[in-house]
């Protein structure tokens, strides 16, 4: 206890110096990551907690804070912490994945220093190692406006968070175990909300009021639907960009990905099913929480409200449907739709397909047939040290080939201010979500079938939505423009946890030759050293 007494005495003095200064305001945290029985779904299991929570601790902030994270691993096993949709601008030393940071060491600790620079929204931090995310360790992440800055609705009752996805009831390290051999993971056991399974959690409300829900899909293999029993969902923001205001009855969640919905309690004084099923699965799972209305007269009963099941066409629709609000502002007082990313010329264009080959007799995944294979050292500070034989550029080419897939370390090099087109194609039969780290893109086009230069034509070059996580439909592509605005060595990654850890990832470094503050932060001087790293200086 005396190393975390000195650690909170340190982010103090931090506090009071920062408050001297003027700088923009910090909050401090302090986590200590343990295991602990938990049961989800009614079977006992050993669970990641932090603080002794599962979920883990909300973390609220506002535009441009300072967060001082302080994570003691009190786990047996290394441990990493990442920060799903959380940009680090120009700052990839704290982005909490094996490519830019060494784990934190059995009974260490690390203090991530992140600021939520120019940016609102629904996100959520998660475990990044091996398939820790299996065992919990994740929790919400929101960024809220500031107060000078104009918000398109009005300020809900409360603001609820919803953490959904698949789980299973083996230890994280049979599930390793299991795709180490070669295999892949059996059927999710079931879904769970906020940590707990049927009917586990509730959500109380006042008749006649509006409350916002942040939903986001934590789960490690399946797509969900989302939806609440006899009300509507209006869709107000997707990772950090306000939406166009469109009603739902209900909405896709894919892997990684959030949305922020408006929910009025309109209906009859009682409880109703909020539900969770899972998409485009060979059986369908569900799970259910509780809208409570605090006058209720009547608890849920009865079977809870279907959803769509195997419907590709339907998604297909509702995606399309996702528009940004042009008029709205974000994280600035400027319009959304000052950014006119349809008339920016892109500089470069990248084809990535995903495949699923048998390398060396074992299951693996792969892009551009290239399957990714963790160094021994990350590659952040290879790069820094300037250690050869760790990584080499250009070791993933720009487009499908058709080749045989091997295995690499494989990462992609760009050039900073650079404007990317980038092609996601699926020509799989199951739903691929995909995730870039440091970045938001434009999602300019989604369509079944084959791209080729002429699906050009028919991109959304005007008001289509921003995020950093996006959905490819099976035997079909998804096109995006993204500004290639911030330094570092960044992760681009499938959602699904199995297919990441199978290879189905790669790093994008996007270089300024510039060596300065304002392009990129500098080496932090409490950085972990590791692997080939270990004997360089700070």
């Not at 993971?185 to 909300?193: H, S």
């Not at 399974?197 to 006649?208: E, I, K, L, P, S």
């Not at 487009?399 to 760009?414: D, R």
């Not at 087109?421 to 434009?442: K, L, R, T, Y």
């Amino acid at each position: 206890m005396g190393d975390y007494s000195r650690v909170c005495c340190f982010m103090l003095v931090v506090l009071l110096v920062s408050c001297t200064n003027g700088e923009d305001p910090y909050r401090l945290y302090a986590w200590n990551v343990t295991y602990g029985d938990i049961y989800p779904l009614g079977v006992k299991q050993q669970g990641i907690l932090i603080n002794g929570q599962f979920p883990g601790p909300q973390i609220e902030s506002v535009t441009n804070e300072n967060l001082i994270i302080n994570v003691f691993n009190s786990l047996d096993e290394p441990f990493l912490i990442s920060w799903n949709g959380v940009q680090q601008r120009r700052n990839s030393w704290q982005d909490g994945v094996y490519g830019t940071n060494c784990p934190i060491p059995p009974g260490g600790n690390f203090t991530y220093a992140l600021q939520v620079k120019d940016q609102i929204g629904s996100y959520f931090y998660f475990p990044s190692l091996a398939l820790h995310k299996a065992a919990g360790g994740y929790g919400g992440f929101r960024i809220l406006s500031r107060s000078i800055i104009p918000v398109p609705f009005p300020p809900p009752t409360a603001d609820y968070t919803i953490l959904t996805g698949d789980w299973y009831n083996k230890n994280h390290t049979d599930l390793k175990a299991i795709l180490d051999r070669g295999s892949d993971l059996p059927f999710p056991d079931g879904l769970l909300i906020n940590g707990r399974g049927a009917n586990g959690y509730t959500f109380a409300v006042d008749q006649g009021k509006t409350y916002r829900f942040r939903i986001s899909n934590v789960g490690i293999t399946t797509s969900i639907n989302f939806r609440i029993q006899g009300h509507k969902l209006l869709l107000v923001e997707v990772e950090g960009t306000h939406t166009l205001q469109n009603m739902y009855d209900s909405l896709d969640i894919h892997l990684g990905q959030s949305y922020s919905v408006l929910v009025t309690a309109d209906q009859p004084a009682q409880d109703y099913y909020i539900v969770a099923s899972t998409r485009f699965t060979s059986r369908m799972l569900t799970t259910t929480a509780v809208l409570h209305y605090n006058n209720s007269a009547a608890t849920v009963s009865g079977p809870p409200p279907g959803g769509p099941t195997t419907q590709i066409d339907w998604s297909l629709e509702q995606a399309r449907s996702i528009r940004r609000n042009l008029t709205a502002s974000g994280p600035r007082p400027n319009p959304q739709g000052s950014y006119h990313y349809g008339l920016i010329n892109t500089t470069r264009t990248i084809r990535l397909a995903n495949s699923a080959p048998i390398i060396k007799g074992k299951q693996r995944y792969a892009v551009n047939s290239v399957s990714f294979i963790p160094a021994d050292t990350p590659l952040k500070l290879a790069d820094y040290f300037n250690i050869s034989g760790v990584f080499s550029l250009g070791s993933i080419p720009d487009s499908p080939t058709g080749a045989g897939a091997h295995l690499q370390t494989s990462v992609i090099a760009a050039d900073f201010r650079g404007y990317a087109e980038i092609v996601f194609e699926n020509p799989e039969e199951n739903v691929q979500s995909w995730h870039i780290d440091g970045h938001n893109f434009f999602i300019v086009g989604m369509e079944r079938g084959q791209w080729t230069p002429a699906s050009r034509l028919a991109y959304n070059l005007r008001d289509t939505i921003s995020r950093c996580t996006v959905q490819v439909y099976p035997k079909s592509w998804t096109a995006v423009y993204m500004p290639l605005d911030n330094v570092g060595m960044w992760n681009i990654r499938s959602e699904n946890w199995a297919r990441q850890y199978l290879g189905q990832q790669f790093y994008l470094r996007v270089f300024s030759a510039a060596n300065s503050w304002r392009d990129e932060y500098p080496i932090p001087g409490n950085v972990l050293l590791c692997g080939r790293a270990n004997v360089k200086q700070k």
